[in-house]
T-cell receptor, first 117, second 113 residues
Framework: DTGVSQDPRHKITKRGQNVTFRCDPI?????LYWYRQTLGQGPEFLTY????????KSRLLSDRFSAERPKGSFSTLEIQRTEQGDSAMYLC???????????????FGPGTRLTVL | SQKIEQNSEALNIQEGKTATLTCNYT??????LQWYRQDPGRGPVFLLL?????KEKRKERLKVTFDTTLKQSLFHITASQPADSATYLC????????????FGKGTKLSVIP
């Protein structure tokens, strides 16, 4: 168990540019989540994958955001035409099918901090 | 809409005392609540889960209660230490048929030596 990893850890971009983040979940975990967190707020759900299938997306998710998990392993989150309001920490989490720790217990990565200038 | 509320943004307590953090939920009845710890610049780390049919759960110096009448969960850290200083988040599934976890804003705990 090497934990959830995210890359890059920090990204600074100019408004209007596209950015892509990567998440590598814990290897045996088939469920993967993306969240966004701004200062002083809790994580806000963006989208959920079970294996390669994207099963749920937040209604708040703009069509500039897209996520993929092509082989059911790593996932990417792309933001097109970034805006200053997209500046936030983007967190990835994963979990397996077992319930040893209880339902929905998620393991979070360190996050990617995005700054849009 | 369904809400998870943590009323205290910040809590300062003296080392050795018991910290008590509150989580309230409105407009739904989650089957369980989770508590996470988050340190600055890092992702949340799972601490405890309590189900609606459990009144209390303990893990080392941590204790969580779940009162479905009050629609509230309390999170206690006994014999608090400066290393317990962090933000604590309450979370619950957003509703039946949803995979989303809804988080509260968190309470920033500072344990003063």
């Amino acid at each position: 168990d090497t934990g959830v990893s995210q890359d890059p850890r920090h990204k600074i971009t100019k408004r209007g540019q596209n950015v892509t983040f990567r998440c590598d979940p814990i290897s045996e975990h088939n469920r993967l989540y993306w969240y966004r967190q701004t200062l002083g707020q809790g994580p806000e759900f963006l989208t959920y994958f079970q294996n390669e299938a994207q099963l749920e997306k937040s209604r708040l998710l703009s069509d500039r955001f897209s996520a993929e998990r092509p082989k059911g392993s790593f996932s990417t989150l792309e933001i097109q035409r970034t805006e200053q309001g997209d500046s936030a920490m983007y967190l990835c989490a994963s979990r397996g099918t077992g319930t040893r720790r209880g339902p929905d217990t998620q393991y979070f990565g360190p996050g990617t901090r995005l700054t849009v200038l | 809409s369904q809400k998870i509320e943590q009323n205290s943004e910040a809590l300062n307590i003296q080392e050795g005392k018991t910290a008590t953090l509150t989580c309230n939920y409105t407009n739904y009845s989650p089957a369980y609540l989770q508590w996470y710890r988050q340190d600055p610049g890092r992702g949340p780390v799972f601490l405890l889960l309590i189900r609606e049919n459990e009144k209390e759960k303990r893990k080392e110096r941590l204790k969580v209660t779940f009162d479905t009448t009050l629609k509230q969960s309390l999170f206690h850290i006994t014999a608090s230490q400066p290393a317990d200083s962090a933000t604590y988040l309450c979370a619950a599934r957003s509703g039946a048929g949803s995979y989303q976890l809804t988080f509260g804003k968190g309470t920033k705990l500072s344990v003063i030596p």
